[in-house]
């Protein structure tokens, strides 16, 4: 992984586990940008302000809640001048539903973007619905990889099932992270299964996939 977030995606199981690496691994070169779409039902502006303290940073708030706001072309730009922007975990279809098709969404996946939870899913073009863990349609960014979060054990199977061999499964638990950049990279130790189909994949770390 480079030392620099230009370009990058990450995915990280929580905000904790994206300090870590930041603390110890990357430089941004430019501000932190929030968008907080996914938290909308639950509160953008708590969501915030919860991530500005677990990251320790200045995040400059893009709150995005509803389709007319992902429209504004001015909030795009903020998003590609950023130095990383950190999209808050919350509810992925809220998410998709608001970003697909703007320029907002056509900015993040332009943009070095850090992804927390689930929503990291929504990046792929396959993400999984977890309301159920059924596989569905994302923004496209990298394919052939879906992300989730771990849920009950029965959805898991279900999803990975449904998935079959030819998608490899990635499963974020809170201290995971993984980054894409053209090729897949294990940052953290720890809290990542990487699966195809029921068959497990080895992933280390400074491997690339």
């Not at 990251?55 to 909030?75: H, K, Y």
């Not at 969404?105 to 939870?117: K, M, Q, S, T, Y």
């Amino acid at each position: 992984m480079p030392h620099s977030s230009a370009n990058t995606f990450v995915a990280a199981g929580s905000l904790e586990a994206l300090r870590q690496y930041l603390d110890e691994s990357t430089t941004v070169n430019g501000p932190f940008v929030a968008v907080a779409t996914a938290a909308a039902y639950s509160g953008a502006t708590k969501a915030f302000e919860n991530a500005q303290i677990a990251l320790g940073r200045e995040l400059r708030l893009i709150g995005a809640e509803n389709r007319t706001q992902a429209m504004d072309v001015a909030t795009a730009d903020v998003v590609r001048g950023a130095g990383l922007v950190v999209c808050l975990d919350g509810a992925v279809l809220h998410a998709r539903s608001v970003w697909r098709g703007s320029p907002l969404g056509d900015a993040l996946l332009e943009a070095p973007v850090a992804a927390i939870g689930a929503v990291s899913s929504v990046f792929g073009e396959t993400m999984i619905d977890t309301r159920g863990g059924a596989p569905t349609t994302g923004l496209g960014r990298f394919g052939q990889v879906a992300l989730f979060v771990p849920g009950p054990e029965e959805q898991t199977r279900r999803t990975k099932e449904l998935l079959g061999a030819a998608c490899l499964c990635i499963e974020l638990g809170a201290q995971g992270v993984v980054a894409y950049q053209s090729t897949w990279e294990l940052l953290s130790a720890t809290d990542v299964i990487a699966t195809r189909g029921e068959e497990p994949v080895a992933l280390r770390l400074g491997d690339r996939h």
